[in-house]
T-cell receptor, first 114, second 114 residues
Framework: DAGVTQSPTHLIKTRGQQVTLRCSPKSGHDTVSWYQQALGQGPQFIFQYYEEEERQRGNFPDRFSGHQFPNYSSELNVNALLLGDSALYLC?????????????FGDGTRLSIL | AQSVAQPEDQVNVAEGNPLTVKCTYSVSGNPYLFWYVQYPNRGLQFLLKYITGDNLVKGSYGFEAEFNKSQTSFHLKKPSALVSDSALYFCAVRDPGGGNKLTFGTGTQLKVEL
């Protein structure tokens, strides 16, 4: 039973570019959330997707957008990259109908902006 | 808005000794609290949660946590530390409105020495 998988594991971009990160949730999970973890910080909630719609959003600018596909997998897109976007991006999943169960996290994508 | 504080950046303990990693929270309504652990270059791994019920919660790998409503604390404990417990520990509180958002503390680095 595969857990949450994310790709790529590492990525290097330059300022102003755009990036797409991908996430496959744990088998059976239908709700996906994205988090940004800057160096030395705790993860910060970006947004959550369920039934292919953004359901909840944290305090991130519109440069951060996402998508969820019918198979529950998800993408995170970041436009006009800034140096401050350098971070570990984590995807988490759970069953929508089991809100008290913990979210399962992937190993993340390490994004470096030059 | 909810918040979590982890007052210690680092905790050092000798192997075999008990350990405590501190966490205090602020949230409107009933708190849903979690502890996660992060090993280098990995995602977050769930340890335990408090939703309701007994104030002493038992989790994975011999860890437990004590919920104290009057002190708004949720300290992580283990009776006998192992070198392999050395990692970064995060306390988190879930959005009480039923959403998916987890608000994390800044993390505590646990170092267990021989």
């Amino acid at each position: 039973d595969a857990g949450v998988t994310q790709s790529p594991t590492h990525l290097i971009k330059t300022r102003g570019q755009q990036v797409t990160l991908r996430c496959s949730p744990k088998s059976g999970h239908d709700t996906v959330s994205w988090y940004q973890q800057a160096l030395g910080q705790g993860p910060q909630f970006i947004f959550q997707y369920y039934e292919e719609e953004e359901r909840q959003r944290g305090n991130f600018p519109d440069r951060f957008s996402g998508h969820q596909f019918p198979n529950y997998s998800s993408e995170l897109n970041v436009n006009a990259l800034l140096l401050g976007d350098s971070a570990l991006y984590l995807c988490a999943s759970r069953y929508h109908d089991r809100p008290y169960q913990p979210q399962h996290f992937g190993d993340g994508t390490r994004l470096s902006i030059l | 808005a909810q918040s979590v504080a982890q007052p210690e950046d680092q905790v050092n303990v000798a192997e075999g000794n008990p350990l405590t990693v501190k966490c205090t929270y602020s949230v409107s309504g009933n708190p849903y609290l979690f502890w996660y652990v992060q090993y280098p270059n990995r995602g977050l791994q769930f340890l335990l949660k408090y939703i309701t019920g007994d104030n002493l919660v038992k989790g994975s790998y011999g860890f437990e946590a004590e919920f104290n409503k009057s002190q708004t604390s949720f300290h992580l404990k283990k009776p006998s530390a192992l070198v392999s417990d050395s990692a970064l520990y995060f306390c988190a509180v879930r959005d009480p409105g039923g959403g998916n958002k987890l608000t994390f503390g800044t993390g505590t680095q646990l170092k267990v020495e021989l």
